[in-house]
């Protein structure tokens, strides 16, 4: 059994859908002489949409949007090798820091063994 909406004459298929129809098309609401604030989504392919429920139904489908997840996608997994490839140049620069100060710490050992020992002519000339 149908319906028709009494402020547009649209042809709806329950009452159900009346109600939704009557709450959420933009003409309709304008018909009805309200300023009712409607939520509207936007896809980035620039379609907009009053009800959430065909705005993430065409968002599944969109051509623009799976693009977009298939970059997005794809950029989480190089951010993921990045951050793998951080974390090994951490481990190297601790190795590396590690090892240079030992270098220091016996090259300074080292400096005393090099030193030519004084004798009274150096300091009487």
């Given at each position: 059994?149908?319906v028709?909406?009494e402020y547009?004459?649209?042809?709806?298929?329950?009452s159900?859908?009346?109600?939704r129809?009557?709450?959420?098309?933009?003409y309709c609401i304008?018909?009805?002489?309200?300023?009712?604030?409607?939520?509207i989504?936007?896809?980035?392919?620039d379609k907009?949409f009053?009800?959430s429920d065909n705005?993430k139904?065409?968002?599944?489908k969109c051509?623009?949007?799976?693009?977009?997840?298939?970059?997005?996608?794809?950029?989480?997994l190089?951010?993921?090798?990045?951050?793998s490839?951080?974390?090994?140049?951490?481990e190297?620069?601790k190795?590396?820091?590690?090892t240079?100060k030992?270098l220091v710490?016996?090259k300074?050992?080292?400096?005393f063994?090099?030193?030519?020992p004084l004798d009274?002519?150096?300091?009487?000339e």
């Amino acid at each position: 059994m149908s319906v028709v909406c009494e402020y547009c004459n649209t042809s709806i298929c329950n009452s159900q859908s009346l109600k939704r129809h009557q709450t959420s098309t933009k003409y309709c609401i304008e018909m009805q002489g309200k300023t009712k604030e409607v939520t509207i989504y936007k896809c980035i392919c620039d379609k907009e949409f009053n009800r959430s429920d065909n705005y993430k139904r065409h968002t599944k489908k969109c051509k623009m949007n799976i693009k977009l997840k298939e970059k997005d996608n794809q950029l989480k997994l190089k951010d993921e090798e990045f951050k793998s490839k951080d974390g090994e140049l951490k481990e190297l620069l601790k190795v590396l820091t590690s090892t240079l100060k030992q270098l220091v710490i016996q090259k300074s050992s080292n400096i005393f063994n090099d030193l030519i020992p004084l004798d009274i002519s150096y300091i009487q000339e």
